[in-house]
Nanobody, 118 residues
Framework: QVHLVESGGGLVQPGGSLRLSCAHS????????MGWYRQAPGKQRELVAG???????NYADSVKGRFTISRDDAKNSVYLQMDNLKPEDTAVYYC????????????WGQGTQVTVSS
């Protein structure tokens, strides 16, 4: 049974940092490209960062230079270090396969809320 569990969100002031964690059930999540997505109220879910099994990363322009994605397949985990957070980063953050055309729809977790506000 596949599962994804996100954690680490919270309320942070602009300029602050958070580290998100995604615990997964292994299998395909340990083999293929993993990504972090976010969805703000009234907006579509968007991919913000992806990482291959070999460690190659890519980022949306809006987070490039501020977010860092990493993975530890031995621990069935994917992480997102978020620095210099901005109010526009406020969203619910999710992990899944990437790109969005490859996600396992039945595996979406509950997400973790990130709120950036003073």
């Amino acid at each position: 049974q596949v599962h994804l569990v996100e954690s680490g969100g919270g309320l942070v002031q602009p300029g602050g940092s958070l580290r998100l964690s995604c615990a997964h059930s292994g299998g395909v999540f340990s083999i293929y490209v993993m990504g972090w997505y976010r969805q703000a109220p009234g907006k579509q879910r968007e991919l913000v960062a992806g990482i291959t099994k070999g460690g190659t990363t890519n980022y949306a322009d809006s987070v490039k230079g501020r977010f860092t994605i990493s993975r530890d397949d031995a621990k069935n985990s994917v992480y997102l270090q978020m620095d210099n957070l901005k109010p526009e980063d406020t969203a619910v953050y999710y992990c899944n396969l990437a790109p969005i055309t490859t996600v396992l729809d039945h595996a979406w977790g509950q997400g973790t809320q990130v709120t950036v506000s003073s």
